[in-house]
C-alpha cells in the first residue's frame, strides 16, 4: 500500500473499521484466487468490509487461543467463499500466514477449497454443502443455550460465562435449500436470540440473477418464523454500508428471538466489470480486472504485498482477543469457584468424562425375554441420562416408537412458551430430519455434548447430506433409527428399508451398529459413548429373543463389532447376521447341529467395529479358510460380498418390501428359516467343490 492516502480511499472511509483492512482484505481474496487458477473471488471481495467488521469488533475471539471456551463462534455457510474466512484468520493473527495464502487450494495447504474444520486453526466447523453451515450454527446456538442453562441459569443476561454468540454469514443458495427453512423454524421456535445470521442478499447465483429462482420474500419469511429481521441498504458508493451494519448489530436485536441482517451487497464491488455479474462468483477474475480493481480503490500494492501498519491495525484483534479472554478466565474462575460441585461437573463435560461404574447402572436382560431393541435402547437411554448431564437429544416427531424420551427430562424450549425451558433434555425437532441432523452437528461442536436423535431409518435419507459432514468432521453424534426392516409391517414399502444400511455404510468414518437383541443395544450405547465419530444405532420395533449368553462375551463382542454366539470350533459353515435376523441364523443352526454340521453363528453388529479389530481377532472371528459362509440380513445384499467371499451366500433383500404384518412381510421377502437352511447347504456344497 502506497503511504500517502490517495483521494479515492477518502470517499470510502468508514467510521467502523480501517478502510485499508478492507482493500488489503479485498486484494487478498482476488490475488490468492488469481494464483491458484480456481476458487471464488467475487463474494469475498463484496464481503470482505463485513468480515473485517465481524472479525474486528463483533466476534470475540483470541487469534491466539482458537480453543478458547468462551469466544464466539462465526460460521461461513456460504463455504465457497472461503478465502474470505483464511484472509480474515491471516490478517488478525490466527495460525494462517501469507504462505497460506499463496497456496490456497492447493494439496496440503491449510486453506483447502472449502474450509475444514480440525484442519485449519479457527474453521469452527467444515461448510460447502449450502445451507449446512445456517443449521450447524442453529445447534451450535442451541448447545450455548442449554450449556448455560444447565450450568449457570441464575445469571443476569450477558452476565455468564456461558453467553456467547453465533454469528453467520449465508448466501442466496443457503437460503434457498430447503434445510433453512427447518432451521430457521427451530432458531425461532427455540427463540435463540445468541445467534446472528448475516444474509448477504446479492441478487446473484450461478446461472444469474436469483430472478430466475425466487420471488421470496426472506423478510416475511424469516420474520414469519419468529426471528427479528433487519435491513441494510447498499451504500451510495454502491459498496455494503458497513457503518450501517454496524449500527444495526450494535443496537442488538429483541430477546428472544434470533437476529437476520439483510444486507443489501454487489458480488465483486469494487472491480469495474465484475461487479454485478455472475461470473465473479467462481472464476479467477483475471489480470486486467483486478488492476481494474487496483484502480477503483486507488492502490498500487503488489499481489500478497501487505503494509505494516495495515498488519499492526488487522493484528490488534489479538491484544483485544488476549484482554477478552483473561477477563473471561476471571469471570470462570469467579463462577466456578462459587461451586465446586457445580464446577466439577462442568468441567467432566468439557473433558467427557464418563462416571464410575456406568456399566453397573445399565439395564440388564435375561434370556428366554422377548424384548424389542428399541425398548432396550429407550431404558438405556434412561440409565445414562440419569449420570451423564451431557446427554441429551430427541426426535423427529417420534419420540414414542423411536423411545428417544429422557423420562422427566423436560423439553428444551424457551420459558415464554411455557411448555419448558432451555436445561431441557428432550428436544421436539418436528418433522426436520435434516435439520435435526445439521443441527445435531453443531451441537457436538459447541461442547462436550453426548448428543442423539430419533427417526425411522428409512427417513436417514433425510438426513444423509449432514450425515457425511459429521463423518467428515470426526463428530460423536448418535442417530437412533428404529424400524429398521421390512419386520416394521404395515405401513410397508415407503416405510421399511432396505438398502439404507448397505449406503450408511458407504460412509467413510460413519459407524453402523445393529444390535441382535437386547442386552447387545445396550452394549451398543455403552460402546458408542467410549468411540469417537458419529454412530447410527438401528433398532427394531419387534419383539426378539434375549441371548442366553453372559453379558461380559456380549459387552466385549459388541465392542468389536462382532462375535462368536455360540461355540463352535473348526466349523465347517460360518452364518453370520446382523440385528434381529441373528434369531432366523439360530434356529437354521440349531437345526443344521442335529444334521451333524459345525455351524458357527456370528453376530455382527457393525461392520465398521470389527473392521476395526486387529488381523488376528478377525480371523479368531471369521478363520479365512471357512469360505462356506451365509450372510443373513434383511436389506440389500449389496456391501456384503467382500465378507462373502467365494463361496458365500447372501440371504438378504434386494427389492421393495410390502405392506403386511410383520410375520408375512418377512415371509413375503424370504426372511425364512428355509432359506438360510438352503443356503447353508448350497454354500457347503460350493466350498467342498
Ligand atoms: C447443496 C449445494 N448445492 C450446490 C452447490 C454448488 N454451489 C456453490 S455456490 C452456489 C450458488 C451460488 O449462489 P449464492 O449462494 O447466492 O452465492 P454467491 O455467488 O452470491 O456468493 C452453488 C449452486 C453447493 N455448494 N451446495
Ligand atoms: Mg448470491
Redesign the pocket.
Known sequence: MSSTQPEVLLQHASESVDHRAVVAARLLAADAVERARSG?P??AIALAPVATLLFQKHLRHDPTRPDWAGRDRFVLS????SILLYTQLFLTGYDVTLDDLKEFRTLGSRTPGHPEYGHTAGVETTT?????GLATAVGMAMGFAHERATFDADAAQGQSPFDRRVWVLA????L??GLSYEAGALAGRFGLDNLTVIY?D?D???EGG?ALTSVEDAAARFGAQGWHVDRVELAADGDVDVDGLDRVLSAGGPAGKPRLVILKSQ?AFPAPTAVGT?GS??APLGAAEIAGLRDAMGVTDAPFEIADEVLSYTRSAVDRGVSARLRWEDRFEEWASADADRADAHRRFTERTLPEGLLAQLPVYSSGASVATRDASGAAIQAIAASVPALWGGSADLAEPNRTEIKNGGSFLPEISGLGDRAGRNIHWGVREHAMASAMNGIALSGGWRIFAGTFLVFSDYQR?AIRLAALMGLPVTYIWSHDSVALGQDGPTHQPIEHLASLRAIPGFSVVRPADANETVAAWHAILHKDGPTGLVLGRQGVPVLPLPLDRVRSGVERGAYAVNDVADPDVIVIATGSELALALEAATAKAADGLKVRVVSMPSREWFAAQDAAYREEVLPESVTARVIVEAAASFGWHDIAGRDGLIVGIDEFGVSAPADQALVARGMTPARVLAAIDESVRLADR
Open positions: 471464488h467475487g463474494t456460504c463455504g465457497h467463499a460447502g454443502p449450502l445451507g449446512q448466501s442466496d443458495g443457503d434457498q435449500e448477504d446479492n446473484i447465483q450461478i436469483t458480488i455472475a462468483h467462481g447430506p
